[in-house]
């Protein structure tokens, strides 16, 4: 099956007291990045993500290592470039899509 490219971003912020919290973003089962979060209240990051991968549905998480405190708030996904759309559930979904099906 032919691999797609495509570009996400979403805007990203984490509200945490204390340490700064170390946050994990995922695409499907995939580590994609592990980072310090230490940006204050009021910032987000613009985060952006390349996926190369064969058509089909992806979740995309974000999520606190412990034993970091904090909430993250994960907004406006959408797609830079590629064949693809995404959809907010719970947690983001990415959708690859096949231009030739």
């Known amino acids: ?5 495509v570009v996400v971003r ?6 945490w ?4 919290p170390r946050i994990r973003v995922y695409v499907g089962n ?3 990045t592990e980072r310090t979060w230490i940006w204050q209240e009021g910032y ?4 952006m993500l390349a996926v190369n ?3 089909g549905n992806y979740d995309l998480r974000w ?6 405190q904090g909430t ?9 470039h590629g064949s693809a759309y995404a959809y907010i559930k719970k947690n983001s979904q990415l959708r690859i899509t096949d231009e030739s099906t």
Do not use: C, H, T, W
């Open 10 to 15: 979403a805007d990203v912020s984490v509200d």
């Open 44 to 47: 987000y990051l613009e985060e």
């Open 17 to 20: 007291q204390g340490d700064p």
């Open 72 to 80: 993250i708030e994960v907004k406006n996904v959408r797609i830079e």
């Open 30 to 32: 995939e580590l994609f």
């Open 1 to 5: 099956m032919n691999r797609k490219e």
């Open 53 to 55: 991968a064969p058509p």
């Open 63 to 68: 999520e606190l290592v412990p034993p970091s």
